[in-house]
């Protein structure tokens, strides 16, 4: 039996969906790219999990104790103790959200030239990379891409890959490993605890570091839990503290697992020297290192929410809500990501519009007719935001943790179902602006 919401709704938001020619007028408007579209205009959105969460009365109560002190306020060492325990890491710095964390800890390691390693970083990650003069490299296990067939843990790093780089390139060329868990680009997939074992034993090997991008740390322990050998009686806070203690650091945003709208920090095991050149720099891009560009109450929020999000009843009703649209989704015949990720179904528009070829842009033109057909917000992830040829082309249908109801869950495939029936109908669009970084979330469109 599916574990229902171990929580009760006591505050509600209304949402409205606006007549279909108005929805057309403003997708019009926005170039036909979902990310201009005002989000009133939206019905169920599901461009994103991040920042979406909603909080829980306790998170709530928590913003009234929020001590905004510009030094030392008590939320700061409420969230470090908790991290700390959560984590077994010595230093906790907060910083306003993910991608400021990566910002810091990337301008001290990256050198310009290095290639910094992963299953497959994050657009934000990848882009702070890049800034730094760094490479991007990605290692994923080719069944990551191979969307139709079942691994539990799709996000893997594949050891021989890394092997090979290391020794084609040699340990100087390598900043550092950097593994994502959840593995949010190939579709919410887990990394496995021997995976992450076995990555870090080789790295160690080389002298290279390792750093967790811990933005679903929770929801990667759920799978460990649930799919790995071995850790079945084990706790997700015992599943949790052993990832990291494989790793040296981590890069975290709030905005995911800490069930928060806003936040980040980073977290290094006890490496001091890094430490204290990250309080020096935090104080330049973020804030005060006890604040780290956050109001002492978005600390307190985070801290909470931190341990709200290790319940196994509360993984497992998220997770279960993902996979049941997947369910809807495959029963209707459309392709998708299997089996599906902590936080979201990735529907392959790639094999569902086969007419459309790559640089017509089948995800985007998916996301616009979803729009269109019932107000559903959803996100390309696949040629317009690799800025390339992508190696699938899918659109993701993001949960926001504890918003929308399993009711919204089977409006959002029926949506997809009635699109599915008339998919060769469906046209390509070209591309009628872009920017030069980060162009998916500004590009604009027209029909092909
Ligand atoms: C969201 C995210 C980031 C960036 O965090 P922000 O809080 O959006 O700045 C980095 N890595 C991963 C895996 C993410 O999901």
Request: proline share 4%; net charge negative.
């Amino acid at each position: 039996m599916r574990m229902p919401e171990p929580y009760r709704i006591k505050m509600v938001e209304p949402i409205r969906l606006l007549a279909r020619e108005e929805r057309e007028r403003k997708l019009n408007e926005a170039g036909l790219n979902v990310f201009s579209l005002k989000a009133e205009d939206v019905f169920i959105d599901l461009l994103t999990d991040s920042g979406t969460n909603a909080m829980s009365d306790n998170q709530w109560a928590g913003l009234m104790l929020g001590d905004e002190s510009y030094a030392g306020c008590k939320n700061f060492y409420h969230l470090q103790d908790t991290a700390q325990g959560i984590f077994g890491y010595k230093y906790i710095v907060p910083t306003h959200q993910g991608r400021g964390a990566e910002n810091l800890l990337f301008s001290i390691l990256v050198k310009p030239g290095q290639y910094v390693l992963g299953n497959v970083h994050f657009d934000t990650t990848e882009a702070h990379i890049t800034l730094k003069g760094g490479k991007p490299v990605n290692l994923v296990i080719d069944e990551a891409y191979d969307t139709s067939t079942y691994h539990p843990f799709k996000g893997n790093i594949d050891l021989q890959k890394l092997e090979n780089f290391i020794k084609e390139h040699g340990t100087d060329s390598i900043a550092f490993m950097l593994i994502t868990v959840t593995c949010n680009t190939v579709g919410g997939q887990p990394v496995s605890m021997e995976n992450i074992k076995q990555v870090s034993e080789i790295c160690r090997r080389y002298g290279i570091r390792v750093f967790i991008d811990a933005a679903r740390f929770a929801e990667n322990a759920y799978f460990i839990k649930t799919r790995e050998e071995g850790y079945q009686d084990k706790s997700i806070p015992e599943i949790v503290r052993e990832m990291f203690s494989y790793a040296d650091g981590f890069t975290f945003s709030a905005k995911k697992d800490a069930l928060v709208n806003i936040g980040g920090m980073i977290g290094i095991k006890d490496d001091e020297e890094l430490y204290m050149r990250l309080r020096e720099l935090v104080i330049v891009y973020e804030g005060f290192p006890t604040y780290g560009g956050l109001a002492g109450r978005d600390l307190e929020a985070m801290s909470r929410g931190l341990r709200e999000v290790l319940s196994f009843d509360y993984l497992q009703s998220r997770i279960s809500q993902v996979q049941y649209l997947g369910q809807l989704l495959s029963e209707a015949g459309i392709p998708i990501q299997t089996p599906v990720g902590g936080h979201a179904v990735f529907v392959d528009a790639g094999k569902m519009l086969p007419h459309l070829p790559w640089d017509s842009f089948p995800g985007v033109a998916l996301t616009a007719e979803l729009y269109l057909e019932g107000g559903v917000r959803a996100v390309e992830i696949g040629s317009l935001l690799m800025g390339r040829q992508a190696p699938t082309e899918l659109v993701r249908l993001t949960i926001p943790r504890r918003v929308y109801t399993d009711n919204h869950m089977a409006y959002v495939a029926e949506c997809l179902s009635n699109i599915n029936k008339r998919r060769d109908q469906v046209r390509g669009v070209k591309i009628t602006y872009e920017p030069p970084v980060l162009r998916h979330f500004l590009a604009r469109f027209e029909w092909a």
